[in-house]
């Protein structure tokens, strides 16, 4: 069946350098698509979203990038701090009906 | 406003016996989801409420898992009984989209531990 899923299962980054994580997505009808962060013991949380008639939006350091032409989403944080160490999840729904997550990529920040 | 509010915390059973795991949305919020989540792994759906009605419950193993939302607030999921593989985290979470009005974002709470032995 579809599914949501990731480039890569970890990623090691150096405090205050920029980090990407990547996210695959195969349901071409998917209109809505969102980034959680989850620290361990918690629940996702909101990072930022993206609707399918956008190709980039900006929050406070972070930024999505959509490409519905090869399914592929991205965030990009700037300037990665410790705080920012967490797995981050992307998530898809269409007509906001059975949000979807991938499998997360464990993100770890270095001091 | 206060966030999604869930128990219990933990909870640790024997294979066979039954648990049940309490939710309550943030006021106001038409959508409830119960998502279930393996260590290691995404949050999976289990079953998405719109007030008090189901409307979506495809991936719920509805011969062990139910859930209920009376009155479209509160919501309870119930596992009878256990198997050694239900043994995750049970993530409650909230919206105040409705179905076809537009997707928004989900609010979750801090969900249940539930390990069986």
């Known amino acids: 069946g579809e599914s949501v899923g990731l480039h890569l299962p970890t990623l090691s980054v150096q405090e205050g350098d920029n980090s990407i994580i990547n996210c695959a997505y195969s349901?071409?009808?998917?209109?809505?698509f969102i980034w959680y962060k989850q620290e361990s013991g918690k629940g996702p949380q909101f990072i930022i979203d993206?609707?399918?008639?956008?190709d980039k939006r900006q929050g406070q350091r972070v930024t999505v990038l959509l490409n519905k032409t090869v399914k592929h989403l991205s965030l990009q944080i700037a300037a990665t701090q410790p705080g920012d160490s967490a797995v981050y999840f992307c998530?898809?729904?269409?007509?906001?009906?059975?949000?979807?997550f991938g499998a997360g990529t464990r993100l770890t920040v270095k001091p | 406003e206060a966030g999604v509010a869930q128990s219990p915390r933990y909870k640790i059973i024997e294979k066979r016996q039954s648990v049940a795991f309490w939710c309550n949305p943030i006021?106001?919020?038409?959508?409830l989801y119960w998502y279930q989540q393996i260590l290691g792994q995404g949050p999976k759906l289990l079953i998405q409420?719109?007030?008090?009605?189901?409307?979506?419950d495809s991936q719920l193993p509805k011969d062990r898992f139910s859930a209920e939302r009376l009155k479209g607030v509160d919501s309870t999921l119930k596992i009878q009984p256990a198997k050694l593989e239900d043994s995750a985290v049970y993530l409650c979470?909230?919206?105040?989209?409705?179905?076809?009005?537009?997707?928004?974002?989900?609010?979750f709470g801090e969900g249940s531990r539930l390990t069986v032995l």
């Open positions: 979470a909230s919206s105040r989209s409705l179905m076809g009005q537009g997707a928004g974002e989900l609010f």
């Open positions: 349901n071409s009808a998917s209109d809505y």
């Open positions: 993206i609707r399918s008639n956008m």
């Open positions: 998530a898809e729904s269409y007509n906001n009906n059975d949000m979807r």
């Open positions: 006021s106001g919020h038409a959508t």
């Open positions: 409420f719109q007030n008090n009605g189901v409307v979506d």
